[in-house]
């Protein structure tokens, strides 16, 4: 009995059990501190990867950006360079046509002149019927051939040529900027214009129209998600091109204030003796040589270059919109901007193709192409005159200061 109680108390004495349940209760037990690590390093690691995750939404969105911004300013270039050589050519068909009418316009005088010759042998005795009758006959046949060429001129150039000529002056510009949205659109470019906000009609014919009329504006608004910026007030809304009065004869004459252009006249003034022509003759004297569309600065073979600027909007997820974003959620929206430049390059426009140029082929225009280009070799128009009043501009001050920073 002895030893086993000697035993139990040795066994008492030697326990651990004891002591590990003093131990647990003291303030320096670091048990369970390693959750709280963990915690911690999961929450850096996950906003570490979400952020690097946001990042490559935002490149994957600049990069579809930068992807519409540059369709859209290489499609206005396109417009700009197809609308220029369309001019140009236009410009020589309406030359070679003002060839053929002037040439038909000086037979017809040459004819009243020997019409008249024959009339004033009139007095002849026994013949001069004759030739007074053959005389008129060669006069009406000269205002025939001048009838022909007036209504000819009149049909081809003044009503068909010549305006085409200016829808493509507008038009080009017109379409140019109606297809840089469009291409930037299906390349994802968010629109600009916001839509609006509408919780639909009440049933009534009224709420139901303007329910229609909503979602049409939406419509319409919707691919509007590209801003073109021209760099010149005089090629935002037409090519810039100008009417300009020819300065030589359109029968190819080389010296028109010389022998030939003084002779040509002639046969044009006979030809208002004509009185079978005297009716169109005042008109004819204003339109039998046309004025051509030329390029403003015909020492510049490129247009004004124009600035598009487009934008995409990212959805931030939680963790960067909390380090990133504002109280607000819409504050931690913010978009990724793009912009690039296209300019038309490669030649001018003028009266005669071959004459501004001797290897350009007629009937290939302006031999104009479009290009993007940096944004730092861009030239903005300083000042703008107009009914003597001069405005200046320091557009290229702003674009320095902006590229130097």
């Known amino acids: 009995m002895v030893v086993s109680e000697s035993r139990g108390w040795c066994a008492g004495a030697f326990s651990l059990e004891g002591p590990r349940r003093r131990?647990?209760?003291?303030?320096?037990?670091?048990?369970?501190?390693?959750?709280?690590?963990?915690?911690i390093i999961m929450f850096f690691i996950l906003t570490l990867l979400t952020i690097i995750y946001d990042v490559s939404q935002v490149s994957e969105q600049k990069m579809r950006?930068?992807?519409?911004?540059?369709?859209?300013?290489?499609?206005?270039?396109?417009?700009?360079?197809?609308?220029?050589?369309?001019?140009?050519n236009i410009n020589d068909e309406i030359y070679d046509l003002d060839v053929v009418f002037a040439a038909l316009y000086g037979v017809a005088g040459?004819?009243?002149?020997?019409?008249?010759?024959?009339?004033?042998?009139a007095e002849i005795p026994y013949i001069g019927e004759i030739f007074e009758a053959i005389g008129e006959a060669i006069e009406?046949?000269?205002?025939?051939?001048?009838d022909i060429a007036y209504y000819?001129?009149?049909?081809?150039?003044?009503?068909?040529?010549?305006?085409l000529r200016k829808v493509y002056m507008y038009g080009s510009m017109a379409l140019g900027y109606l297809s840089a949205n469009n291409v930037a659109y299906e390349n994802g470019a968010d629109r600009i214009i916001p839509s609006i906000s509408y919780g639909g009609?009440?049933?009534g014919i009224f709420g139901k129209i303007f329910s229609f009329i909503v979602k049409q504006v939406n419509r319409l608004t919707g691919q509007f998600v590209a801003l073109g910026i021209p760099t010149s007030p005089y090629a935002a809304l037409y090519l810039p091109l100008e009417a300009k009065k020819p300065d030589r004869l359109p029968l190819n004459t080389k010296d028109p204030e010389g022998a030939a252009g003084a002779a040509f006249l002639v046969l044009l003034d006979a030809l208002c003796t004509n009185e079978d022509f005297e009716e169109m003759c005042a008109d004819f004297q204003e339109t039998w040589k046309d004025a051509p569309l030329v390029s403003r600065d015909p020492d510049q073979l490129k247009i004004p270059p124009m600035i598009w600027i487009v934008h995409k909007s990212n959805d931030l997820t939680f963790f960067s919109k909390y380090f990133l974003g504002?109280?607000?959620s819409k504050d931690r929206e913010f978009p990724v901007i793009a912009y690039a430049v296209g300019q038309a390059m490669g030649g001018n426009v003028t009266e005669r193709s071959s004459e501004d140029n001797p290897y350009r082929p007629i009937?290939?225009?302006?031999?104009?192409?479009?290009?993007?280009?940096?944004?730092?070799?861009?030239?903005?128009?300083?000042?703008?005159?107009?009914?003597?009043?001069?405005l200046e501009f320091s557009f290229q001050d702003y674009v320095d200061k902006l590229f130097a920073h």
Do not use: C
């Open 140 to 146: 009406a046949a000269a205002a025939i051939i001048a």
């Open 23 to 39: 131990l647990a209760g003291l303030p320096g037990d670091e048990r369970g501190v390693v959750f709280y690590y963990t915690a």
């Open 152 to 163: 000819g001129h009149k049909l081809m150039v003044t009503y068909f040529l010549d305006p």
């Open 363 to 390: 009937g290939k225009g302006v031999a104009a192409d479009a290009f993007l280009v940096p944004m730092n070799t861009l030239e903005f128009s300083r000042s703008v005159s107009a009914l003597g009043v001069t």
């Open 65 to 88: 950006a930068q992807a519409a911004a540059d369709a859209a300013a290489l499609e206005m270039a396109v417009w700009q360079a197809r609308g220029m050589n369309m001019v140009q």
């Open 201 to 203: 009609s009440s049933g």
């Open 326 to 328: 504002g109280g607000d």
């Open 110 to 121: 040459g004819m009243t002149i020997i019409g008249e010759a024959f009339i004033a042998l």
